[in-house]
């Protein structure tokens, strides 16, 4: 059984241009999520989708854009990045009827210079 | 969701039972305690919840206070391999399904040969 799995592992933009990162759920998940961690700090939330739908959104400006495709598969687009922008993203899956508990994939480490 | 307050970092000799405190003085009725460990250069990693009762899973053991206003994850025999940050989260469910997660820093606990 497959885990979340995200792509790509490392990334390196220049300021300004624009980024898409994947992700999978793991198998039977049907809501993924998406968290920015910059070094040394916890997660921060930044949104979540279900029925292809955003459904909660943390505090993460409208550059900040996802999407959610009928395999429940995600991607998460950053328009006009910034140096602030550098962190670990992470994906987490977790089915709606289940008891909460979310599932964390490795994380995309994006580097903006 | 709820402010949680924890130990910047803890020690524990391996073997030994590992107790890691939460505050959470402000949690309402309907928020559920998390707890998740992230060990360095991976996602996040789920290890149990509660709402009042003591929890005990495969990885550990959740106690939580009667006013609920506190908490106690414990590791009843600590590895070198459970070595992390250690998050405690209070979160509600919104029918059924995980929200989005509100790490804070979180407990660095170090287990020493």
């Known amino acids: 059984d497959a885990g979340v799995t995200q792509s790509p592992t490392h990334l390196i933009k220049t300021r300004g241009q624009q980024v898409t990162l994947r992700c999978s759920p793991k198998?039977?998940?049907?809501?993924v999520s998406w968290y920015q961690q910059a070094l040394g700090q916890g997660p921060q939330f930044i949104f979540q989708y279900y029925e292809e739908e955003e459904r909660q959104r943390g505090n993460f400006p409208d550059r900040f854009s996802g999407h959610q495709f009928p395999n429940y598969s995600s991607e998460l687009n950053v328009n006009a990045l910034l140096l602030g922008d550098s962190a670990l993203y992470l994906c987490?899956?977790?089915?709606?009827?289940?008891?909460?508990?979310?599932?964390f994939g490795p994380g995309t480490r994006l580097t903006v210079t | 969701d709820a402010k949680t307050t924890q130990p910047t970092s803890m020690d524990c000799a391996e073997g030994r039972a590992a107790n890691l405190p939460c505050n959470h003085s402000?949690?309402?009725?309907?928020?559920?305690v998390y707890w998740y460990r992230q060990i360095h250069s991976q996602g996040p990693q789920y290890i149990i919840h509660g709402l009042k009762n003591n929890e005990t899973n495969e990885m550990a053991s959740l106690i939580i206070t009667e006013d609920r206003k506190s908490s106690t994850l414990i590791l009843p025999h600590a590895t070198l391999r459970d070595t992390a940050v250690y998050y405690c989260i209070a979160t509600p469910h919104s029918g059924g399904g995980a929200d989005g997660l509100t790490f804070g820093k979180g407990t660095h606990l170090i287990i020493q040969p």
């Open positions: 402000t949690i309402s009725g309907n928020e559920y």
């Open positions: 987490a899956s977790s089915l709606d009827t289940g008891k909460g508990e979310q599932y």
């Open positions: 198998s039977g998940h049907d809501t």
